[in-house]
C-alpha cells in the first residue's frame, strides 16, 4: 500500500469521521505486512473534527487497538511503552492507580483526577473531588478498541474540566452496513512461577442488517493467573485477575448524509488480590541535601506479602453512547450523549495503619465507590476548506458520586464486601456534581501554507456535598456542603505548511480541575471550599515526513506552569483541602519511526521532563523544593523494531522486539516530616513474533524478557496514620509484573 496524506483541508464530513485504519509513528512499526515499504498516517478526531495526525498542531499519538492486540498488550501499563511522556503508576489491579501526562502529577495532595477520559465522543469517569478520580484510571482492554488516542497537554477548551495534562481516548470500532464479518481469537500465556496459565478468549461478529443498518457484538474474557504468595495465609497467586464484557453497536444511516452511532459496554473485573509485595527491614539513606529517604527488603521472597485479609477488588462498568452525525452541508451537526454507572469495591488490609487504634488486633479497611454520570454535548463545525472555518458547542453533565469507607476491626472471614456490619469508623461522601459549558474556535488560512487557531471555553460547576462520619455505631459527624464556580479556558495554535509533509506549530492552551466543597474538621466549621487549579502550556513543534515516506519524526518542547494548585493547607492545626502553590513542568518529547530498508521498521520515543514545585503559599505542605515532581521519571524512552518477510504462499512472518527505559522517580513529593521513597530506574525487554495472511494470525510474545524484578510506587506502612508520629513497620510496593510468555491465534472473514 502506497503511502497516503490527507488532504489538508478536505471538507468535514460522513466520511471522514469513519476514517481509522492508518497508522501513527510508534504504531506503524506493527503493520509491516500491510504496508511494508511506507508509513502510513492516521486519521484522529483529538480536535472533535476527523484530521491527519500529522496535521494537528499539537503532541498526539495514536496507536491502533488491534496491534495492542497482538503485541499482547493489556492494558495502559503496556500502552505507555509506546507513547512519550505518558507514565502508569499502578497501585494493586489493572485500573487502579494513578496517569501522569506531560509531567502534570497528582503526588500534591488533589483528590481530582488531572487526566481527561472519553470514549468515543463522550467522557467516562468523575470530574469531582470525591469519588478518587485520579486513582481509578480507565483502563479498557484493546479489544474491539479501533485505536487509542493520547493528546498531551491541556485540552480544556475542547474537552473541559480535569484535562489538564491531557486526555487518553478509546475510539471503538462501529458496526459497517457494507459487509458482514466474524473475529474470534484466543490466547493461553505465563507468569513467572504462577504454575497455572493465564487465558482469554474474544469475538466480534458485524451483521449488515440492509444497505444502511449494521448492528455489531463482541465479547470478551480474560483471565491472568497470580504470583504473589500470601505467607501469613499460606496461599499462592493470590492476586489472579478476571476481566470480562461485552459489546453491542449499531450504525444506522437513515439519509445520505445522516449517521447515527450506538454504544452500549458491559465490563466486569474481579480481582482476587492486589499485585502488592512487602518489603522488610527499612534502611535509611540520605541525599547531598540532607533528605532522608527509605529502602527495604524483599525478606519473606521477591514475590510475597503477609496481609491477614484478602483484598479483593470489584469493579463494574455500565455505559451507554448515542451520536448523531449529520452533514448539513454548510455544518457538521453533532449530537453526543451518554449515561454510565461504575461501581467499585476496594477493600485493604489496614493492620500496620490502623491496628493500634483498634486494639492491636488486625484492621481492614473497605472503599464502595459508586458513579452515576450523564453527559450531552452538541456542536456545530464549518467545512475545513474555507478562509474562515469554526466549531461551536455546549456540553452538560450531571454526576451523582457515593464514596463510603468502613474501618473494621478483629474481623475473620469472609469480608463485608458490601460494608455492612457495624464498623469501628464509617465515612460516607455523597456529591451531586453539575456542570454546563459553552465552547468554540476559529480557524483563519490566510493561505494553504499558514492557519491561524483560537478557541474559548466558559463552564459553571455547581456541587452538592454531605459528610458522614460514624465511630463505633455513633454518629459523630453530619456536616452538608456545597461550592459553585465559573472557569474560562482558551487556546491559540499557529501552523505553517514548509510543504505537504513538513508542519511547524505553535500553541498555547489552558486546562482547570474543579475545586470541592470540604469536609468538615473535627470539632471545628466547615473549611472555605477549595478552588479550582488552572495551568498555561507554551508548545512549540515540528511534524515531518520524509525520504520519500519512509521516515516520520514528531517533536514537540514544552513549558507548563501550574498555579494555585491544590493541596493539603493547615490553618490554625487543622488541615483540610486548599490551594497554596505554584508548579512547572518543561521538556521535549519526541517520536518517529523509520524503514531503513525494506521489511524493517525501526521506531523511538522519548521524553525528557524537568518538573517541580515553584513556590509554597501560606499554609501549604511543607514540600521540599528543588526535587522533581512526584511520579515524573526525567526520562524515559525506547526503541521498537519489526522485521516482515514473505514466508511461504500467501503466509508472512515477523520477528521484533521493544526496549524500554523509565528513569528513577519520587513516589510522592518529599517533606522534612514524611517517610519518603523513590522507584529505582528500570528497562524493560519485550519480544515477539508471528506468522499471519489475510484470515489468520499467530502471534509469540515474551514480556520482560529478562525477568526484572521491580519494586515501584513503594508506600512505608507506619501507625498512628503514618503522619510522622508513628515508626515506620515495612513496605508496600507494586511490582513489575515477571516475565510473561505467550502464545495467541486470530482469525477474521
Partial sequence: MAYRSVTRNRRFGIAALLMTTALSPMAALADTASSPNTIETVVVTAEKRAVDIQQVPASVSAVPGAELQRLGLKGLDDYAQYVPGLEIHQTG???????????????????????????????????????????FSLDLLPYDVDRLEVLRGPQGTLYGAGAMGGLIKYVL????????????????????????????????????????????????????QGYINNVRLGLKGVNGDQQY????????????????????????????DPNLVRLDNLVTHTDSRGTVFYTGSPTLGSLAENNFFRAPLKKNINYYS????????????????SYAKTTTLQPSDRTDTFGSMAGDIPAYLGYNFSLDKFTQEVRLASPTDQT??????????????????????????????DLAGTPYEGVQLPLNYQEVA???????????????????????????????????????????????????????????????????????????????????????????PAQSDTLINYEVGLKATFLDGKAVLDIAAFDVEWSNFQTNVTVNSQSYLGNAGSAYSRGVELEG???????????????????????????????????????VPKFSGGLNAEYTWAAFENWQANVG?????????????????????????????????????????????????TDERVYLQQAVLSSAFGLGGGAPIAISSYVLQPRTIGLSFDLKY
Avoid: C
Wanted: no cysteine; proline share 5%.
Fill in 93 to 135: 489491579s489493572p485500573g487502579q492507580g494513578s496517569v501522569t501526562l506531560r509531567g502534570i502529577s497528582d503526588g500534591l495532595g488533589g483528590q481530582g483526577s488531572l487526566v481527561g477520559y472519553y470514549i468515543n465522543d463522550t467522557p467516562l469517569g468523575s470530574s469531582g473531588n470525591y469519588a478518587d478520580a485520579d486513582q
Fill in 173 to 224: 470500532t462501529q458496526a459497517d452496513p457494507s459487509g458482514f464479518s466474524v473475529r474470534a481469537g484466543a490466547e493461553i500465556n505465563s507468569t513467572g512461577d504462577s504454575g497455572a496459565p493465564g487465558y482469554s478468549f474474544r469475538a466480534a461478529v458485524n451483521i449488515p442488517l440492509d444497505d444502511t443498518l449494521a448492528i455489531r457484538v463482541s465479547g470478551f474474557d480474560q483471565q491472568d
Fill in 245 to 272: 464484557g461485552g459489546r453491542a453497536a449499531v450504525t444506522w444511516l437513515p439519509a445520505s448524509n445522516v449517521t447515527v452511532n450506538l454504544n452500549a459496554i458491559w465490563y466486569r473485573q474481579d480481582s482476587d
Fill in 322 to 337: 448515542g451520536t448523531v452525525n449529520w452533514d448539513l452541508g454548510w455544518a457538521q451537526a453533532t449530537s453526543a450523549t
Fill in 388 to 417: 474562515v472555518a469554526w466549531l461551536a458547542g455546549a456540553y452538560y453533565t450531571r454526576e451523582i458520586s457515593k464514596f463510603d469507607q468502613a474501618l473494621f476491626s478483629g474481623l475473620v472471614q469472609p469480608l463485608p464486601l
Fill in 438 to 528: 459553552l465552547f468554540g474556535d476559529v480557524t483563519v488560512n490566510f493561505s494553504s501554507k499558514f492557519d491561524v487557531t483560537g478557541g474559548v471555553r466558559f463552564s459553571r460547576n455547581d456541587q452538592q456535598f454531605h459528610e458522614i462520619v460514624a465511630i463505633n455505631g455513633v454518629t459523630a459527624i453530619d456536616a452538608p456542603g456545597k461550592s459553585g464556580e465559573s472557569n474560562w479556558t482558551w487556546q491559540g495554535n499557529a501552523r505553517y505548511h514548509f510543504d505537504d509533509n513538513t508542519m511547524a506549530y505553535v500553541r498555547i492552551a489552558s486546562g482547570y480541575r474543579p475545586g470541592s466543597p470540604n469536609a468538615a474538621l473535627p470539632g471545628g466549621p466547615v473549611p472555605p
Fill in 593 to 631: 519511526s523509520v524503514i531503513p530498508l525494506d521489511g524493517l521498521r525501526v521506531g523511538f520515543d522519548g521524553a525528557y521532563t524537568d518538573a517541580e514545585i515553584a513556590s509554597i503559599g501560606a499554609g501549604g505542605t511543607n514540600f521540599l523544593l528543588g526535587y522533581q515532581l512526584a511520579g
Fill in 657 to 705: 522486539g521493544s526496549i524500554h527505559y523509565t528513569d528513577s522517580e519520587l513516589v510522592a513529593s518529599p517533606t522534612d516530616t514524611s517517610f519518603n521513597t523513590m522507584d529505582p530506574a528500570y528497562t524493560r525487554i519485550d519480544l515477539r513474533a508471528g506468522l499471519s495472511n489475510d484470515n489468520y494470525q499467530i502471534n509469540f510474545y515474551v514480556h520482560n524478557l
